[in-house]
């Protein structure tokens, strides 16, 4: 069986030619607390999770990475139990994904003392996606400097640690802000992160309104989606690998096994990412670390997406996408343009970690 990195370089990154698709089953969020810690190294080890990105100023950051390379240890000795569960479904059993997931929004910066505190709370901490939207909204471009830093500092605690990320992402999409997506570049270049999740989601009435009647939840999406196009065709101007297309902009711990068959049915030639919040579900994590901005309001529902991860269930649903591969609509792609290439090789598309071939 040929592994997915092999295949993708065959047929030249992200390409949306013919029927060859992949979906990547992705965990944000790890290093934020034990609790997401023990949920998402368990999607691994017993489930499918083939991706994960490190919160970098988190409290559970050096314990995430040191497990990290006892994972990656016990993979290389086939020493995980899930593997028979991935040959099941032709996984190419290569190595798994490590990425950054960049914050800007909870606990507090690692340039502390060099980062504006126009930008934080009056505790010193980050403020919320929502008060930080709007404050790069008044600003413009003012803090563009000392944003990068910050981006730039949590990076280089996964460099220090001899991580070379695979992909760079962001806590609660801040990435497809402006101010910060503009920075996005910057960052993949310096550090030779040859990948970028571009969340610009498809098919949201079918899963905010249709399937659950979610008006809010579905105009916040639709946010979201605006300006996540302008942040893919921004990575697209610049020829930077990208997955085709992402599911889980508005489904933060709620991905149940219904919602999963949609995202599946829906995973269009190319490379498909669906972003999880897997964790134990213990609700003791909602208090843990207050002081100091951590609080997790997902912490009762992450259980029920790692329970996902690791049923036999995903089975028949990684099945639909064999069985309508010949009728998934394409995602359409987002307009190109000829500005200069930043020498990124759509070739080198990674992800090439224990992803799924259908």
């Not at 009647?213 to 196009?229: G, I, M, S, T």
């Not at 970690?353 to 259908?358: C, R, V």
């Amino acid at each position: 069986m040929a592994s997915a990195a092999r295949e993708l370089r065959r047929r030249g990154g992200s390409d949306q030619s013919g029927m060859f698709r992949r979906v990547v089953l992705h965990a944000d969020d790890f290093g934020m607390n034990e609790q997401v810690n023990a949920g998402i190294l368990r999607g691994f080890t017993r489930g499918l999770l083939t991706s994960t990105s490190v919160l970098a100023n988190a409290p559970g950051c050096a314990a995430a990475l040191a497990s990290w390379k006892d994972l990656e240890a016990r993979f290389a000795n086939d020493d995980l139990p899930s593997l028979d569960f991935r040959r099941s479904l032709a996984d190419s059993l290569n190595q798994f994904d490590l990425g950054i997931h960049l914050n800007l929004t909870q606990g507090r910066p690692l340039t502390q003392g060099r980062y504006p505190p126009q930008l934080l709370d009056r505790k010193g901490r980050f403020p919320g996606v929502f008060a930080l939207a709007a404050r790069l909204v008044a600003s413009g471009q003012k803090y563009r400097r000392a944003i990068e830093e910050e981006l730039c500092a949590q990076t280089e605690v996964l460099v220090d640690s001899n991580v070379s990320p695979t992909h760079l992402n962001a806590h609660q999409y801040v990435d497809i802000l402006p101010t910060v997506s503009a920075i996005i570049p910057d960052l993949l270049r310096r550090y030779a992160i040859p990948v970028v999740r571009t969340p610009w989601e498809t098919h949201l009435t079918q899963t905010t309104l249709i399937r659950r009647f979610e008006p809010a939840n579905w105009c916040l999406a639709q946010v979201k989606r605006l300006l996540a196009f302008h942040h893919l065709v921004r990575m697209q101007r610049l020829r930077v690998p990208h997955p085709t297309a992402y599911f889980g902009t508005s489904h933060a711990g709620r991905i149940d096994l219904d919602l999963m068959q949609i995202f599946m049915a829906a995973a269009a030639p190319g490379i498909t990412e669906i972003g999880m919040h897997p964790g134990t579900g213990d609700p003791a994590a909602k208090t843990a670390d207050v002081d100091d901005g951590w609080s997790d309001p997902l912490a009762a529902a992450r259980g029920m997406e790692l329970s996902l991860l690791t049923s036999p269930e995903l089975l028949p649903a990684a099945s639909l996408v064999l069985s309508t591969a010949a009728s998934a609509p394409a995602f359409a792609a987002a307009p190109k343009s000829a500005a200069p290439s930043l020498n990124f090789s759509s070739a080198s598309f990674p992800f090439s970690a224990a992803s799924f071939i259908f």
